[in-house]
């Protein structure tokens, strides 16, 4: 039996028909994008609508199926009076009567298409791939209880997943209004205002040695190295360096590592603060090393200030250039200006910061963990759906519903009999 991801014991009422002695697969004519109009009948191509034609293949809503491409497997309801590209799989002469759609739909996208996917450089899914698929047939009473069901469940679900994917976006914000509260011009007195330079020992650019992955020393940070406000140490490069290059180029815990060269100004005056076991590192000619004066600047306050909406502002506008790559030099780093409270002041800025922060990671660990969670419910559903346990008090109220006459062996009797009648009758197709 070929039910895929469809597992578990099946209600002993229900039949397993093959998908192709229910609906006939046809990939129709495909339509080239010079042919498409601006009104008209709508087509539909692997993935939903990709515009208007003079002509329609299909009268009433049909099924398709993307049969090209990454998304093969992907399903979509036309609208009626539609064109159905080739990309897609139409599955024509649908009995309505006896087969309901949206059920069809939620089977297949339940049951998964990925074993009917042939050809690697080019998946696709072919008449023939289809030809071993099997699905679950309970009556025509039943499919329509578990299609509103599952209409109703999955809904929540997308809702329910569309709010927690809005979380980040508020978090995002929140930490940009914390840092933004840092420099805030009216919580800030003029008489603190001073510049990078004035607080900085020395501005220093990073090597230009070429770097290597697997020869060479010391590790050298670049680009990708620099975190928000951290360092990530992986993806390292490597090079060797003589003692007056390594006494040049050295980290100290404390220092600041900025981008300050880059195709994207949004990355220009990105910074990391070196901690303790960052020292070991170089760094390399696109970034720049601001080494404070501590006695009168806590570097975490520092970096929370040139991270913050009003200093990134200053910065990007500073560094924007037409030609394609954005820059700011040491000069004009050191003309930033930053407010400098007193340390015990900084202190508590940073301790509050941080404590902010750690409440936005913990509420942004507990929405992936949710998404994580969501992310399974809609598949576990369907295999309720189709185990027969959402309806399993309905069959057990209405036996008079699923047997005899009304039962889905009968059913599936009467399908077989409507397309040996109908001759393989195909879908119509009319000029406007």
Known sequence: MSLGYISGTLPSE??????VDLVSPKQWKTISTKELTDDGYVVYGANGKIGFYNKYTHESATLMITCRGATCGNLHISEPLSYINGNAMALDNQPTKYLNIKYLKYSLQARGLQDTISGSAQPQITKQGLEKVQIPLPTVSEQKIIAEKLDTLLAQVDSTKARLEHIPQILKRFRQAVLAAVVDAKSVNENTLTTLGNIAK????????KCSE???STAV?????????????????????????????TLKEGDLLLIRSNGSVDLVGKVAVISEN???YLYAGYLIRVRL??????????????????????????ARSTSGVNNINSKELASLEIPLPPLPEQHEIVRRVEQLFAYADTIEKQVNSALTR??????????????GELTAQWRAENPDLISGENSAAALLEKIKAERAASGGKKAS????
């Open 374 to 387: 969501v992310n399974s419910l809609t598949q576990s559903i369907l295999a309720k759906a189709f185990r």
């Open 202 to 209: 020395n501005i220093k650019y990073g090597t230009s040695k």
């Open 278 to 280: 960052d020292t070991s």
């Open 14 to 19: 229900w039949e397993t028909p093959f998908l």
């Open 293 to 318: 004066n501590k006695d009168r600047a806590i570097p975490k306050y520092i970096s929370y200030c040139l991270q913050s909406p009003q200093l990134r502002q200053v910065i990007e506008n500073i």
């Open 429 to 432: 197709r009319k000029k406007a």
């Open 221 to 249: 940070l670049r680009i990708p190295n620099i975190g928000p406000g951290y360092i990530i140490n992986s993806n390292l490069k490597y090079a060797d360096f003589d003692q007056k290059e390594l006494a040049t180029l």
């Open 214 to 216: 697997t020869q060479g």
